[in-house]
């Protein structure tokens, strides 16, 4: 029998029963929709990642104290000491690493900023000068402090947007004082908003030296951040950092570091790893609401094969093959599956689209929608097998209806 | 020549162990171009009988050659292809696809065969015209009275130009004027056409129209005997 004469009986099969159709491959629609969904947002969050970690620059070189390799500022990595002045002078000298650009220290601590009767809580980044520089933000108002500034443990801070908005109110802060642990402050910039996925918003930068002197009363530092002067020289760079710390710090065994370096690609990549891993297994989830609809095409064609056994006892008796009765069955599972796929993929695109623009705009970061064109063709290709699969055993059931059986059959 | 040739076939049903036999030991031929009527009371056997004429069930015993060749070399595709192309069926109850027009369900054993796809709709058309129907052609299935069904049956059964067309009971669901209508068409594709019809009736008067009548009871043949004064349409309408 002609492809083409199957695939119009097919249609005709299925448009006889549209509301039982429709209920049929529900499940699928639902399942390729989830798996759309979530390979769509889950692509969606991969670029947001990549793109910020590249708008903190590809040439960035973090250490951090102790061993933990990965992950920003533990605990442990806070409280350790391993980094010291004298390492940041050691990676500030030239012989020791050359294609250092700029190495600035950061210290972080938590205190609450106190303006009249407003009190708010932040995070205290202590910073070099050269913050504007590496993280790419400029204060609208006002300016940043300077390297004078942190020579002199000047108390002066710039305030993040968040900080801004709950201490004054309307008011200019520039020129205000501020409070934070007793210690009077004078607020010389604030930043713009950065947007949910930041922790600046929430934040004060003052000089470290000044942190370390009034507010944490420490002598390390909690990260060193290294900006090389070309992208080509990161990776014998983090080698320098590595050795010329080694030295100092006496280590011959590199298991043995306590400290870690990382750059902003191995961040991106553990990040990029663990947002596939995490795709993977929503993905996984909703494939087994495919396994659920296929169940259900399986029972439905199986009922539509009962119900018809007159018409393919007829069509045996005109001389239809088993494989003619085989094909005809096949191909209504599969159409039902493909166009549950289709259906579904349009479905995952355009709930994808919706979340991707309240995204953007409720949590007021750069998140762009992707459509996962893999994942589109993936889905195609799954449903449709979901119904080969799930429609060969109820088609075989009908092949082998005899045609006699068949034309008995009331 | 005998398009039709059976040498003691017989046909045993098997259910929960106890055995029926449904056909024993029948011997009969047809020749090309010739119209028999297979009666018997109900549970003598014709049915079965036809049936395994036509190929839609298999014997037990014996051999059945068709058109000089015994079916029992053939595979299940080549029974298939005879059945499309040397025979043509004609039920009792019609078995038309409902939801499908005159003309669709007319065209429905081409798209089984090797005939191209070009010739179906005039061939189509043809055996609606054969059969006198071309003002419903469009026309659904189930907006036709039985006996315009029972002629898209008839032109279903034409389209492929068979050799041998059976009819099992054709006119047992329907009034005796709408039958004679059918046996009518039924007897010019005989005389007129020339295909061979082999045609199951419990009725003597529709019986009548064929040339040669055998009886079956218990699953054997009892007479076999020619029909001495045919009927035609004709008579039915000096009557």
Known sequence: MKLKYSTETAITGLATHKSRSALTILGVVIGITS???????????????????KGLGATTIIVLPGKISFGPSLASQTLNDSLKER????????????????????????????????????TVFGSGAQVPDIFAITPDRGQFFTDDDVLSQSLVVVIGSKVKDHLFDGDDPIGQKIRIKNNTFRVIGVLPEQGASSEFDDSVFMPY??????????KFYNRLVVVVDSQDNLDSTVQDIKIALRNSHNITDPSEDDFSVTTQADIAKTLSTVT????????AVAAISLVVGGIGIMNIMLVSVTERTREIGLRKALGATDGDILTQFLLEAVMLTATGGAIGITLGAVLSYVISIVLASVLKIDWQFVFPWSAAVLGIVVASLVGLVFGIYPARQAAKKSPMEALRYE | MNIIETHNISKVYENEGTKTD???????????????????????????????????????DGSYMFAGKDISSYSQEEIAKIRNGKMGFVFQAFNLLPHATVLENVKLPLFYSDIPEEEWDVRAEEAVIDVGLEHRIEHQATQLSGGEKQRVAIARALVCDPEVIFADEPTGNLDSKSGEAVIDIIQKLNTEMGHTVVLI?????????????????????????PVKNRKTVADAFQK
């Open chain 1, 209 to 218: 030296t000044t942190a370390q002197q009034y507010i944490l009363g420490t």
């Open chain 2, 22 to 60: 449904a056909l024993r030991k029948v011997t009969l031929a047809v020749a090309k171009g010739e119209f028999i009527a297979i009666m018997g009371p109900s549970g003598s056997g014709k049915s079965t009988l036809l049936q395994i004429l036509g190929l839609l069930d298999s014997h037990t």
């Open chain 1, 276 to 283: 596939t891993a995490l795709t993977a297994f929503l993905a």
């Open chain 1, 87 to 122: 390492d940041l002078a050691l990676l500030e000298t030239k012989e020791n690493v050359p294609h250092a650009r700029s190495v600035m220290p950061m210290v972080v601590g938590a205190g609450n900023a106190v303006y009249g009767d407003s009190v708010y809580q932040t």
């Open chain 2, 201 to 225: 009736t419990h009725e003597t008067y529709t019986a009548e129209y064929a040339q040669r009548i055998i009886r079956l009871h218990d699953g054997e043949i009892v007479a076999d005997e």
């Open chain 1, 35 to 53: 798996i759309i969904l979530v390979m769509s947002l889950g692509a969606g969050a991969q670029n947001l990642i990549l793109d910020q970690v």
